[in-house]
């Protein structure tokens, strides 16, 4: 009895010890990220929060009136609607456009050839340009009414000659395009992931006998999981959060076609000195995008594949070819 | 644990490494370091340029603009400092970015000493007690007037204290193609014409020569709707900052059949498309300068380089008198403004530079009427000399609207910003076909109201 | 991932990835060849993509930048941030991904989510508390509000060194702790080269994320001396006067440059695959 539960005191001890060892690793590791997180992160984020509360014009102190920024924000706010749905158009059309040209353009480019770095450098040109103002200036040319685009298709047969940018029904999608061009960072991280599926894998699913296609959708697909999770989760957020283009190509036009919603925010927060309306706004976006997140991470349960962890779906076509 | 120690000595290096390059580029600022504390305090001892000595007062000015004006202000400024005991910071940016930076460094009591001001900004700061007033500094002479209208100084007046010296006045005009005219041999128009012979005359010249006009404003529709609302002897704001004139179903009529007109000649084809006008980006990109646009509505301080960019002199003449208005709704704003914050330490030294800015003879040849049509009469004349054809016309056009113009409009109010963009949005809706003018001005007048009296 | 492939097929194969590409990078072509059209030129000759006559005026002109300070302040200004960001940031992030994909400590999941939910708060609203903080912190105008901030990682990165390591199955760690690894071993000398490619990747977006970054430079840096390259091109394009549009693209082909060739000599980095041999043996 007695030594039972001396052992019993032991290995309470060890795993307490091994616990502690583990919080303090962790701390370490994550400590500098920690340290700046709570002093440049973690505060402002409160800090804002609770100006999403006042009527703050910046260049006074701010006035705490309760919930009426929210309220009016949900109750006698066209322009919110309108930039809520501009901005869920613009995210669910052009998240699924961006990450297929880029899966789609990062599998065509996964082989070895001398020619290959050149290609991927000139598909990852356009994401460098970013929101610069030079790319923008030049996407609104391209997109004229007498610019290349219009030129491209009347030379391949189909008539154009609309104003992209400044028909109603068509600005959103210049803007769209514009940030379906630059897929280039989504291609890089596929790449990076493609890379990272060892070679063996394919080597013994073509001695089993599979074709490429079975090899994609068993091997390639799946061990892709976490990076099409990463990569689907940014271009949400990412997507949610478009503005400079928004602002330097349309400003929000024509007739608030393409007011996206952080357009919008910054608009009310400096054009019309209501910060404290615009961290509202700024606090509901955080829930929407939380909310998608959220949704995505729990729908990963069912389809994402970490091999370092034992969970389930589609192993078992993959390990067969893995054992 | 020797492993540990290797990395943990690989890390320190990179650290110390970077601590190293951060002071090295800081070397410059370790001194405007010191100068940054909360408080704003911007006027402490320090240079950017090595061989000015330390002692000197070092003075923030902050202006948007491109690459032309910042060329220009700095030259200007740079023979300032040969005459005097003074030091620059110059702390330029572009309009997109003026403001969030401007703004942010209020919040942080770092507003710089010389502040470029907006007629829609300018209220926000003043009523804040973000800038200060000039007066004192008019009062002992050190912002001179001697030739300047003290009326106009009303453009720069909130709540009765001067905060912002304008550095200029402009105002609205038609500007024509004088060519385009001689073609269809239609009469140059006369400063009092009226709307409906601004619509004949259109027609009259697409019909000869198939030649469209541009849609009035459309880039902002508030500059004729100020005019028509002013030409029915009101003023656009009254002093509380509401509408007196949202009431008068005269105005409002006046104001819903100019709409509509305007909408019925895009509907005839005789003015522009909207989705092509509003696609227009640059000075290149608008017709009138191409020669594709027989007139076109346009702020005065544009009309030099958009007869620049034509390559000759456009006629320039005042809007079009509503038929049934009672007097001409021409109206002078200012250009921009100079203000000085509450942040500066030294404002006499500021107010000097402010005055040197708007007042001296060799600072405006160098910068040339950048900023407006100068205030004083003095600056005026001596540039007459100096400025092209071009420039000389505005000064001429500008003289004959002052004299039928009893004041210059006073700044925005507060909240105006965001009712004007209704205005803007709803103008645009009409031209796309979205709404009616009737709903566009009554939207417009129910939404502004709302906002204005927040 | 092919074994050897008929000519045929490369011909095709290059063929497809040219023509997209050159429809791709078409608006960019344009611009580098407006670069050297005459300014006025620029918008007024769109559909004739090379110049009639070929100048260097705008490079000139750009290059000479505002006021007395030219580009080549801009680039050295950039290059020295940009450089110290890219460090820190990709190092702190691969710590703070080893710590959250790895170990079970107190609190991890709490914040991982905390980690994510900072991306999804939009910067407008936050940029005033961070001046006040870094005003108070006497900050303002040097170029520490830009880089300190870098030393604490990015989300974006962590969460995608996590995705990386996820890929590297946990037998790895077993093994190595039985072999008598310790924590801080087991990330320098295994995890690190196993994701060398993730944190390549990092550094070529941390490069260009910073160097194109605007608003936090603007902000911070007040005086011309101290700006970066991102604010310079921002003021050669300025709405309410005219635009020198061929000096702009100049000098935005030439902000590319370091990007392009960061990327071109980093290349190999990314794309090299591991072999977990052996491990599955």
């Given at each position: 009895?007695?030594?039972?539960?001396?052992?019993?005191?032991?290995?309470?001890?060890?795993?307490?010890?091994?616990?502690?060892?583990?919080?303090?690793?962790?701390?370490?590791?994550?400590?500098?990220?920690?340290?700046?997180?709570?002093?440049?992160?973690?505060?402002?984020?409160?800090?804002?929060?609770?100006?999403?509360?006042?009527?703050?014009?910046?260049?006074?102190?701010?006035?705490?009136?309760?919930?009426?920024?929210?309220?009016?924000?949900?109750?006698?706010?066209?322009?919110?609607?309108?930039?809520?749905?501009?901005?869920?158009?613009?995210?669910?059309?052009?998240?699924?456009?961006?990450?297929?040209?880029?899966?789609?353009?990062?599998?065509?480019?996964?082989?070895?050839?001398?020619?290959?770095?050149?290609?991927?450098?000139?598909?990852?040109?356009?994401?460098?340009?970013?929101?610069?103002?030079?790319?923008?200036?030049?996407?609104?040319?391209?997109?004229?009414?007498?610019?290349?685009?219009?030129?491209?298709?009347?030379?391949?047969?189909?008539?154009?000659?609309?104003?992209?940018?400044?028909?109603?029904?068509?600005?959103?999608?210049?803007?769209?395009?514009?940030?379906?061009?630059?897929?280039?960072?989504?291609?890089?991280?596929?790449?990076?992931?493609?890379?990272?599926?060892?070679?063996?894998?394919?080597?013994?699913?073509?001695?089993?006998?599979?074709?490429?296609?079975?090899?994609?959708?068993?091997?390639?697909?799946?061990?892709?999981?976490?990076?099409?999770?990463?990569?689907?989760?940014?271009?949400?957020?990412?997507?949610?959060?478009?503005?400079?283009?928004?602002?330097?190509?349309?400003?929000?036009?024509?007739?608030?076609?393409?007011?996206?919603?952080?357009?919008?925010?910054?608009?009310?927060?400096?054009?019309?000195?209501?910060?404290?309306?615009?961290?509202?706004?700024?606090?509901?976006?955080?829930?929407?995008?939380?909310?998608?997140?959220?949704?995505?991470?729990?729908?990963?349960?069912?389809?994402?594949?970490?091999?370092?962890?034992?969970?389930?779906?589609?192993?078992?076509?993959?390990?067969?070819?893995?054992? | 644990?020797?492993?540990?120690?290797?990395?943990?000595?690989?890390?320190?290096?990179?650290?110390?490494?970077?601590?190293?390059?951060?002071?090295?580029?800081?070397?410059?600022?370790?001194?405007?370091?010191?100068?940054?504390?909360?408080?704003?305090?911007?006027?402490?001892?320090?240079?950017?340029?090595?061989?000015?000595?330390?002692?000197?007062?070092?003075?923030?000015?902050?202006?948007?603009?491109?690459?032309?004006?910042?060329?220009?202000?700095?030259?200007?400024?740079?023979?300032?400092?040969?005459?005097?005991?003074?030091?620059?910071?110059?702390?330029?940016?572009?309009?997109?970015?003026?403001?969030?930076?401007?703004?942010?460094?209020?919040?942080?009591?770092?507003?710089?000493?010389?502040?470029?001001?907006?007629?829609?900004?300018?209220?926000?700061?003043?009523?804040?007690?973000?800038?200060?007033?000039?007066?004192?500094?008019?009062?002992?002479?050190?912002?001179?007037?001697?030739?300047?209208?003290?009326?106009?100084?009303?453009?720069?007046?909130?709540?009765?204290?001067?905060?912002?010296?304008?550095?200029?006045?402009?105002?609205?005009?038609?500007?024509?193609?004088?060519?385009?005219?001689?073609?269809?041999?239609?009469?140059?128009?006369?400063?009092?014409?009226?709307?409906?012979?601004?619509?004949?005359?259109?027609?009259?010249?697409?019909?000869?020569?198939?030649?469209?006009?541009?849609?009035?404003?459309?880039?902002?529709?508030?500059?004729?709707?100020?005019?028509?609302?002013?030409?029915?002897?009101?003023?656009?704001?009254?002093?509380?900052?509401?509408?007196?004139?949202?009431?008068?179903?005269?105005?409002?009529?006046?104001?819903?059949?100019?709409?509509?007109?305007?909408?019925?000649?895009?509907?005839?084809?005789?003015?522009?498309?909207?989705?092509?006008?509003?696609?227009?980006?640059?000075?290149?990109?608008?017709?009138?300068?191409?020669?594709?646009?027989?007139?076109?509505?346009?702020?005065?301080?544009?009309?030099?380089?958009?007869?620049?960019?034509?390559?000759?002199?456009?006629?320039?003449?005042?809007?079009?008198?509503?038929?049934?208005?009672?007097?001409?709704?021409?109206?002078?704003?200012?250009?921009?403004?100079?203000?000085?914050?509450?942040?500066?330490?030294?404002?006499?030294?500021?107010?000097?530079?402010?005055?040197?800015?708007?007042?001296?003879?060799?600072?405006?040849?160098?910068?040339?009427?950048?900023?407006?049509?100068?205030?004083?009469?003095?600056?005026?004349?001596?540039?007459?000399?100096?400025?092209?054809?071009?420039?000389?016309?505005?000064?001429?056009?500008?003289?004959?609207?002052?004299?039928?113009?009893?004041?210059?409009?006073?700044?925005?109010?507060?909240?105006?910003?965001?009712?004007?963009?209704?205005?803007?949005?709803?103008?645009?809706?009409?031209?796309?076909?979205e709404m009616d003018a009737e709903e566009a001005i009554d939207d417009f007048?129910?939404?502004?109201?709302?906002?204005?009296?927040? | 991932?092919?074994?050897?492939?008929?000519?045929?097929?490369?011909?095709?194969?290059?063929?497809?990835?040219?023509?997209?590409?050159?429809?791709?990078?078409?608006?960019?072509?344009?611009?580098?060849?407006?670069?050297?059209?005459?300014?006025?030129?620029?918008?007024?000759?769109?559909?004739?993509?090379?110049?009639?006559?070929?100048?260097?005026?705008?490079?000139?002109?750009?290059?000479?930048?505002?006021?007395?300070?030219?580009?080549?302040?801009?680039?050295?200004?950039?290059?020295?941030?940009?450089?110290?960001?890219?460090?820190?940031?990709?190092?702190?992030?691969?710590?703070?991904?080893?710590?959250?994909?790895?170990?079970?400590?107190?609190?991890?999941?709490?914040?991982?989510?905390?980690?994510?939910?900072?991306?999804?708060?939009?910067?407008?609203?936050?940029?005033?508390?961070?001046?006040?903080?870094?005003?108070?912190?006497?900050?303002?105008?040097?170029?520490?509000?830009?880089?300190?901030?870098?030393?604490?990682?990015?989300?974006?990165?962590?969460?995608?060194?996590?995705?990386?390591?996820?890929?590297?199955?946990?037998?790895?760690?077993?093994?190595?702790?039985?072999?008598?690894?310790?924590?801080?071993?087991?990330?320098?000398?295994?995890?690190?080269?196993?994701?060398?490619?993730?944190?390549?990747?990092?550094?070529?977006?941390?490069?260009?994320?910073?160097?194109?970054?605007?608003?936090?430079?603007?902000?911070?840096?007040?005086?011309?001396?101290?700006y970066t390259v991102s604010i310079a091109l921002k003021l050669f394009a300025?709405?309410?006067?005219?635009?020198?549009?061929?000096?702009?693209?100049?000098?935005?082909?030439?902000?590319?440059?370091?990007?392009?060739?960061?990327?071109?000599?980093?290349?190999?980095?990314?794309?090299?695959?591991?072999?977990?041999?052996?491990?599955?043996?």
């Open positions: 009895m007695n030594y039972r539960s001396k052992n019993a005191e032991l290995i309470t001890k060890t795993k307490n010890r091994n616990r502690f060892k583990e919080n303090v690793y962790g701390y370490l590791f994550i400590g500098p990220w920690l340290i700046c997180f709570i002093v440049f992160m973690a505060i402002p984020f409160v800090t804002s929060f609770v100006l999403s509360f006042t009527d703050y014009n910046m260049l006074s102190e701010p006035k705490f009136i309760g919930l009426n920024n929210y309220i009016e924000l949900f109750t006698k706010d066209k322009l919110f609607w309108q930039a809520l749905s501009v901005t869920f158009r613009f995210v669910f059309l052009s998240v699924p456009l961006r990450l297929l040209f880029a899966l789609a353009i990062a599998l065509l480019l996964n082989r070895q050839s001398k020619l290959v770095p050149l290609y991927r450098c000139v598909y990852y040109l356009p994401s460098i340009l970013g929101g610069s103002v030079a790319v923008s200036v030049m996407w609104k040319y391209c997109f004229s009414k007498t610019g290349v685009v219009n030129i491209f298709l009347n030379s391949i047969g189909i008539p154009s000659d609309i104003s992209w940018i400044s028909n109603k029904d068509t600005a959103l999608w210049s803007i769209i395009l514009l940030f379906v061009w630059q897929f280039g960072s989504s291609m890089l991280i596929f790449l990076a992931g493609l890379k990272q599926i060892p070679k063996n894998y394919y080597e013994a699913a073509t001695v089993d006998g599979a074709g490429v296609f079975r090899q994609f959708f068993n091997i390639t697909l799946p061990l892709l999981t976490p990076i099409i999770l990463f990569n689907t989760v940014m271009q949400i957020i990412g997507g949610f959060m478009v503005f400079t283009q928004a602002m330097i190509i349309t400003d929000g036009g024509p007739v608030n076609k393409t007011l996206v919603y952080v357009l919008y925010l910054y608009q009310q927060s400096f054009k019309y000195y209501k910060m404290g309306y615009g961290s509202a706004m700024a606090w509901v976006l955080l829930l929407i995008v939380g909310f998608f997140t959220a949704l995505i991470f729990k729908s990963s349960n069912t389809w994402v594949f970490y091999e370092n962890e034992s969970k389930k779906p589609r192993t078992k076509k993959l390990k067969k070819v893995v054992s | 644990m020797k492993r540990k120690i290797e990395k943990m000595s690989k890390f320190l290096v990179l650290i110390g490494l970077a601590l190293i390059m951060m002071s090295c580029s800081s070397e410059n600022d370790a001194t405007s370091e010191s100068e940054m504390t909360g408080a704003g305090d911007s006027t402490e001892s320090s240079s950017e340029n090595s061989q000015v000595e330390k002692t000197d007062t070092e003075v923030r000015i902050t202006w948007w603009g491109s690459q032309a004006r910042h060329n220009s202000t700095i030259e200007a400024l740079d023979k300032y400092v040969e005459k005097n005991d003074v030091n620059f910071s110059y702390e330029y940016t572009s309009w997109s970015s003026y403001w969030e930076t401007l703004a942010t460094q209020a919040v942080g009591n770092n507003l710089p000493d010389i502040i470029q001001m907006s007629t829609t900004d300018i209220v926000n700061y003043s009523k804040n007690n973000q800038i200060v007033s000039l007066q004192p500094y008019i009062d002992s002479g050190i912002i001179d007037l001697t030739y300047v209208d003290k009326n106009s100084l009303s453009a720069g007046t909130v709540e009765g204290e001067v905060t912002g010296y304008p550095t200029g006045v402009n105002t609205v005009s038609v500007v024509y193609n004088k060519e385009i005219f001689d073609q269809a041999g239609v009469d140059y128009p006369k400063d009092n014409w009226t709307w409906s012979e601004y619509l004949d005359t259109a027609k009259k010249i697409f019909e000869e020569t198939g030649v469209q006009t541009d849609i009035p404003f459309l880039s902002e529709a508030r500059w004729l709707a100020e005019y028509v609302v002013r030409s029915y002897d009101y003023d656009f704001y009254e002093a509380d900052g509401s509408f007196g004139w949202a009431n008068d179903e005269r105005v409002l009529n006046g104001l819903k059949n100019a709409f509509a007109d305007i909408k019925e000649m895009v509907e005839l084809g005789v003015f522009i498309d909207p989705e092509v006008q509003i696609a227009w980006a640059t000075t290149e990109d608008n017709y009138i300068v191409q020669g594709k646009s027989a007139m076109a509505f346009l702020l005065s301080n544009y009309y030099e380089t958009y007869s620049d960019v034509l390559g000759a002199p456009m006629g320039i003449c005042m809007l079009p008198k509503p038929d049934d208005a009672d007097k001409s709704g021409m109206y002078m704003n200012a250009n921009m403004y100079w203000s000085i914050s509450a942040d500066c330490e030294d404002p006499e030294t500021a107010a000097s530079i402010l005055n040197y800015m708007v007042n001296d003879m060799e600072a405006m040849e160098t910068i040339l009427a950048d900023r407006g049509i100068s205030l004083s009469s003095e600056i005026r004349e001596g540039l007459t000399e100096v400025v092209g054809e071009y420039t000389a016309n505005t000064f001429d056009y500008i003289s004959s609207v002052s004299e039928i113009v009893e004041k210059t409009n006073a700044p925005d109010p507060a909240n105006a910003a965001e009712a004007i963009n209704v205005l803007k949005v709803n103008y645009q809706a009409l031209m796309y076909g007048v129910v939404q502004a109201t709302d906002i204005l009296g927040q | 991932m092919n074994k050897k492939v008929s000519p045929i097929n490369m011909l095709l194969f290059h063929l497809l990835v040219i023509s997209i590409s050159f429809v791709m990078i078409y608006p960019l072509i344009w611009m580098f060849f407006s670069s050297f059209k005459d300014s006025a030129l620029v918008l007024t000759t769109i559909e004739q993509l090379f110049p009639s006559e070929w100048k260097l005026n705008n490079y000139y002109n750009g290059w000479s930048g505002f006021g007395g300070t030219s580009f080549e302040v801009f680039f050295k200004n950039s290059f020295i941030v940009t450089t110290l960001s890219v460090i820190g940031n990709v190092l702190v992030s691969s710590m703070a991904a080893y710590g959250f994909s790895r170990i079970k400590f107190k609190g991890r999941n709490v914040l991982f989510v905390c980690m994510l939910i900072t991306m999804m708060l939009p910067a407008q609203v936050l940029i005033i508390p961070q001046y006040i903080i870094f005003s108070k912190l006497d900050w303002v105008n040097t170029f520490l509000p830009l880089v300190v901030p870098e030393w604490g990682g990015r989300a974006f990165f962590i969460f995608l060194i996590i995705q990386f390591m996820a890929g590297i199955p946990s037998e790895l760690d077993e093994a190595a702790k039985i072999d008598g690894c310790d924590r801080i071993k087991l990330y320098t000398r295994i995890m690190l080269p196993l994701i060398r490619p993730a944190l390549v990747t990092c550094a070529v977006f941390a490069f260009y994320w910073k160097w194109d970054d605007f608003m936090g430079s603007l902000l911070y840096l007040n005086t011309p001396e101290k300025d709405p309410t006067s005219v635009s020198d549009y061929g000096a702009l693209f100049a000098m935005c082909i030439l902000s590319l440059l370091p990007v392009i060739i960061l990327f071109l000599v980093l290349q190999k980095y990314i794309v090299e695959g591991i072999a977990t041999s052996g491990l599955k043996g």
